[in-house]
């Protein structure tokens, strides 16, 4: 649990209002794997998307155990880690460097809509050259599995939807 905590260090402070996900939102829930060369973390995941990047991701372990709860609005976000007391708000280009994978995955989720929404598997990587790649199984334009892998890092993200 020390893990997320160390993510939200070097915090900076914008206030920001987050969008509250209303019929527009679409939503995922089911499972995420974080897992990184030392440790894996697993646990329930709520992802609620709006096109033009508005991203909310929370990743819970049980009932009501928060392990990292994201925010993200364009090029704003807030991050926190509440077990660990631990926030971070700010421009995601000034995000500490434990955090990127994490504020990348609204990019992910953004590129499974649209023209990838058609296909049964998605293959997609950043425009960033390496920084992460990605695949999915989808149904009827959703995601099933999705698995992306951030290699400098060596983090992985496995999530698991309900259907």
Not at 3 to 14: F, M, N, P, V, W
Not at 128 to 150: H, I, M, R
């Amino acid at each position: 649990m020390l893990l997320l905590a160390g993510l939200l260090a070097g915090c900076q402070s914008i206030q920001q209002n987050f969008g509250q996900p209303d019929a527009r939102w679409h939503t995922e829930t089911g499972q995420l794997q974080y897992s990184t060369p030392k440790r894996s973390v697993i646990g329930e995941v709520v992802v609620t998307s709006l096109v033009n990047h508005e991203f909310q991701l929370d990743f819970m372990a049980g009932p009501g155990f928060p392990i990292m709860k994201l925010r993200q609005s364009g090029d704003t976000a807030h991050a926190e880690a509440a077990f660990a007391r631990a926030s971070w708000s700010g421009k995601t280009e000034h995000a500490p460097g434990k955090l990127k994978p994490w504020l990348a995955l609204g990019d992910v989720f953004s590129q499974l809509a649209g023209p990838n929404a058609l296909k049964k598997q998605v293959a997609l990587q950043s425009q960033k050259p390496g920084f992460w790649t990605a695949t999915a199984n989808l149904s009827e334009g959703l995601p099933l599995d999705v698995t992306v892998q951030f290699p400098e890092s060596k983090e992985r993200f496995v999530f698991h939807f309900n259907r």
